[in-house]
């Protein structure tokens, strides 16, 4: 099997290639499994790119760089431990002043690309490394930034949706990508805008499920499959892979008890400077 330079597994039958299919939404009842699942996904990102699809693991020749929201402070939010300083927040200014400072990144690549290599390069044709932003249970994100009259309070709800729409817009294309983690997988329930819900290219859906969670999880254009998923298991939709048919998959088992030495590993490239303008051509 012949993987891409930034293919990333869901499970070892199953897969997507993080540069063209850039934002991936995790949505599921509490305790489904989302977020064994997304330390599963932080794991195979942060050592890209796999040589050997079935062992799950890779070479870390160019990490993909990890960026965290976890306005609940749980367990997305403990990662910050093995992160260098500065890549999570926890609350609203924490977070408003992160995902600036992650599009600011991005504009800085852009200008790289535009200025500095070979007219038509790309960040997919250098291999350059990804850079994500994960963002833990949104609802309550967009719940933090709706909240309040203060002037104060209106600036920086315009500046978030601001920043979220540069994001969500623009960053495919230079490596800049993101991971949606809900509950609620719905524009009303979770402030999932419309311009997110366009721009999201791999849908998982965890768990146990009534056909119209996952109806308002995966859309009316695909067929909701009669299965009865349990805590672990889930329905994936890949952008251009199975536009109509939903795959179902088993999570790869992750041991509690090791989890945080794999990524202890995986997690020690992480270094801004050194990756953001990196090229392995």
Known sequence: ?????YYVPISRTIGYD???????????????????????LINMLASLP?????????????????YIIDLKNAE????????????????????????????????ERANFLANKVTFGATAS?????????????????????????TKQDKNDRYKWDALIKELFLTGAGLGFVAIIITQQPS??????STIITEQVSVKLGMGAMTSTQLRLGFGNDVDIPDYHLTKGEGLA???GSND?????????????SRIWETLKLSLSYQDTDRYLLMTNT
Request: aromatic share 8%.
């Open 50 to 66: 796999l040589d050997n699809v079935k062992g799950l693991h890779g070479l870390a020749s160019f990490p993909t760089q990890l």
């Open 18 to 40: 993080a540069m063209d299919q850039p934002f991936t939404l995790v949505f599921g009842p509490t305790r489904s499994g989302k977020s064994f699942l997304t330390l599963h």
């Open 237 to 239: 939709w890949i952008n």
């Open 125 to 149: 044709s250098l291999n350059m490394p990804l850079f994500c932003m994960i963002f833990e249970e949104y609802a309550t994100t967009n719940a933090v930034f709706s909240n309040g009259l």
């Open 1 to 5: 099997m012949k993987l891409s330079q």
């Open 244 to 256: 109509e048919l939903l795959m179902p998959f088993r999570a790869p088992h992750i041991d509690p």
């Open 187 to 192: 524009v009303g329930n979770a402030g999932l």
């Open 76 to 107: 997305m939010a403990r990662l910050g431990r093995l992160l260098p300083s500065g890549r999570v927040a926890t609350n609203k200014s924490e977070a408003l002043n992160l995902l600036n400072r992650f599009v600011e990144l991005k504009r």
